[in-house]
Structures are given as structure tokens and as C-alpha cells.
């Protein structure tokens, strides 16, 4: 049972699907799927889709971060109109849907909230390309880093999950170009099956961790990479 939260109802020129249709994906599979039409800079709209799903499945176990906005250029090219929105996203849309979701992942069995943000490695050269993106970006691994700690005692485990290489999302290809992802990239199941490997284990037993994806699978007895890759073969 998903909530899909986002803010594409209506399909991009460049991105195929939308809220609906990935809800329409996830009953195919034969799950059950709520569209949240929700834009996470806004407070109230947050709290209209928790509502929802509590409405719609009875509670939430589950938060997956994953909404971010991306800019990869140099200070001097960088407006700050992209500066803004992607702290508005990533880093304080991180924080906000975890605020919100905090009182019934208390009330959950199994409660996780997985944040898809790198490991806090503070290496110069992942900040000089696109400072003001890789700032927001590691802004939710320190809510990751921070909440994982403060939540401890409440038994909600808090996780961050990052691939090891380049994922052949729309999103990536259209940033990226289709050339870079073919040669050198996976298919979204590896963090898929990454992130349910983690979403099923003990909350208190799985949590404060910055996880690699390949790691993860290894680490749970997978050893058929080759499936995820886009070019079988390729490096």
C-alpha cells in the first residue's frame, strides 16, 4: 500500500509518467496505490497527503525522501532561484515530511524512514563542480545523520541509500545524456531491491547507516550484479 507524493499531474515534455500513472503501475503489480498531488516546499499540502494516506491505509510505516531538485553548475552560474528551491526541496522537504510523518511512524511496527542522499564523506572535490546542489543534497544526509540519533529510543530506524554508479532514470539520462547512462549505468531495480532489502529489516537492529546499493545487495547474498547493468558487459 503506496502513497505516490509529487507534483506532476500533468506529464513533462522530457519525462514520461506522472502521479496517476505510477499509481496505475503499482495496481498492475497488484498493490494498492494512493495519488498525492502534493508540492513538498508546502507545509499544508504535506499534511493534506499524511492525512490521505492515513485516511486511505490506517497509518504509515514507511517514509522514502526521495524528491530532490538538481542543479549541477558552478557558483558564478548558479541563480538563486535554483539555490532556493533546491534547499526548499531537498534538504528542508527532507526534514518537513519527516516532521509530518513522525507521529504514526510511533504508532507503526516496523517503522523506516529511508532518505536517498549520499554518505557524509566530506571530500572537496564533490562540492567544487556544484557547490550550491551538493550543499542542499548532503543537507538531507545530516538530517539522516541527526534523526537516525534522536529517533533511536523510539525504535524508527533512519537510513540514507546512494548508488554506486549512474541510474538510468529519465531524469539522469535527460541531465546526463543517454551515451553516459548506456555505457556506465543501472537499472533503478538495484536501488529498488536495495531499498526493500533495508525496508524489511528490524528498526532498531538497521538504522543510522549511509548504505551503498551494491553493498547492500552483496552484503544480503546477491551476487548476479549483471542484471541491473543497462549494457550487459559494460564497466
Not at 517503522?111 to 554518505?119: E, G, K, N, R
Not at 554506486?164 to 531491491?193: C, F, H, K, M, Y
Request: hydrophobic share 45%; glycine share 8%; net charge negative.
Amino acid at each position: 500500500r503506496v502513497a505516490v507524493v509529487g507534483k506532476t499531474e500533468e506529464p513533462h515534455p522530457k519525462l514520461p509518467g506522472t502521479v496517476y500513472t505510477a499509481c496505475e503501475a503499482i495496481e498492475r503489480a497488484g498493490g494498492r496505490a494512493l495519488p498525492c498531488i502534493c508540492d513538498i516546499r508546502f507545509e499544508d499540502q504535506v499534511s493534506a497527503a499524511v492525512e490521505a494516506t492515513v485516511a486511505a491505509f490506517g497509518g504509515i510505516d514507511i517514509l522514502v525522501n526521495n524528491a530532490s531538485a538538481i542543479f549541477l553548475a558552478g557558483t558564478r552560474e548558479t541563480p538563486m532561484k535554483r539555490f532556493d528551491l533546491m534547499h526548499q526541496v531537498n534538504a528542508r522537504g527532507t526534514f518537513l515530511c519527516s516532521q509530518a510523518c513522525l507521529p504514526w511512524l510511533e504508532k507503526a511496527d516496523n517503522p523506516h524512514i529511508l532518505t536517498l542522499s549520499p554518505p557524509l564523506d566530506l571530500k572537496p572535490h564533490y562540492f567544487a563542480p556544484h557547490l550550491a546542489y551538493s550543499l542542499a543534497k548532503f543537507g538531507m544526509s545530516l538530517c539522516v545523520l541527526g534523526l537516525a540519533e534522536e529517533l533511536r529510543p523510539r525504535s524508527i530506524a533512519v537510513n540514507a541509500l546512494w548508488p554506486r554508479t549512474v541510474i538510468a532514470t529519465s531524469a539522469v539520462q535527460n541531465l546526463l545524456g543517454g551515451e553516459a547512462v548506456a555505457s556506465r549505468g543501472r537499472l533503478p531495480t538495484i536501488v529498488a531491491d536495495a531499498a526493500h532489502w533495508i525496508l524489511t529489516q528490524p528498526s532498531k537492529e538497521v538504522t543510522g547507516r549511509f548504505l551503498i546499493d551494491e553493498d547492500v545487495l552483496r552484503g544480503a547474498g546477491v551476487t548476479d550484479l549483471e542484471k541491473y547493468s543497462v549494457t550487459p558487459g559494460a564497466e
